[in-house]
């Protein structure tokens, strides 16, 4: 069985912080896992995806994200927030089929 | 090119009333996804369909929920003699393979019982 747990339901940074949305995952066999973001009244959008291969993924925006297995996480972070990034944030984990389990999501606030 | 679209974007249904949500993927896309997203939650997995084939539909809820996709396309997603909990939005993805890792989403249809 796989599950997902993001930390932290909402996450305030001011304008030009740093951004960390913590993602842990259980899965009892080698993951894939993605990070989406959703704006309000869309649809999920791909930030960026680990399979196989380099830990250290870059996505779209700016943001990145770090395999860490032995911590079972999969963090996103950003260097420097931009108000367009206020938006809901979704990690996913697959066993590398179609099924994703979805975490709750984290709601990012950019402070001006 | 186009994106998934979904029709309506938004539903109202009376408790009891059948509802049909429409999903139409990117073109040539194999893949198909049905998900349900209630409020404050993550997307909860449906329905898979490869081409015309519902292959996997262990997280329909209850038999009131049935989907199809009759000519590898378009998909709808019915929901009869709906039910407040039923209200959520639901999202469409699809993908270019089968089986592929990557989904593209939708806007979602946002419906609500009443």
């Known amino acids: 069985a796989q599950s997902v747990t993001q930390l932290g339901s909402h996450v305030s940074v001011s304008e030009g912080a740093l951004v960390l949305l913590r993602c842990n995952y259980s899965s009892s066999v080698p993951p894939y896992l993605f990070w989406y973001v959703q704006y309000p009244n869309q649809g999920l959008q791909l930030l960026l995806k680990?399979?196989?291969?380099?830990?250290l993924v870059k996505g779209i925006n700016g943001f990145e994200a770090e395999f860490k297995k032995s911590e079972t996480s999969f963090h996103l972070t950003k260097p420097s927030a931009h108000m367009s990034d206020a938006a809901e944030y979704f990690c996913a984990v697959s066993s590398g089929t179609y099924k994703y389990i979805f975490g709750t999501g984290t709601r990012l606030k950019v402070l001006a | 090119g186009a994106g998934v679209s979904q029709s309506p974007r938004y539903k109202v249904a009376k408790r009891g009333q059948d509802v049909a949500l429409r999903c139409d993927p990117i073109s040539g896309h194999v893949s198909l996804f049905w998900y349900q997203q209630a409020l404050g939650q993550g997307p909860e997995f449906l329905t898979y369909f490869q081409n015309e084939a519902q292959l996997d539909k262990s997280g329909l809820p209850s038999d009131r929920f049935f989907a199809e996709r009759p000519e590898g396309s378009v998909s709808t997603l019915k929901i009869q003699r709906t039910q407040q909990e039923d209200s959520a939005v639901y999202l469409c993805a699809s993908s270019p393979r089968a089986g592929a890792y990557e989904q593209y989403f939708g806007p979602g249809t946002r419906l609500t019982v009443t």
């Open positions: 680990y399979t196989t291969g380099a830990t």
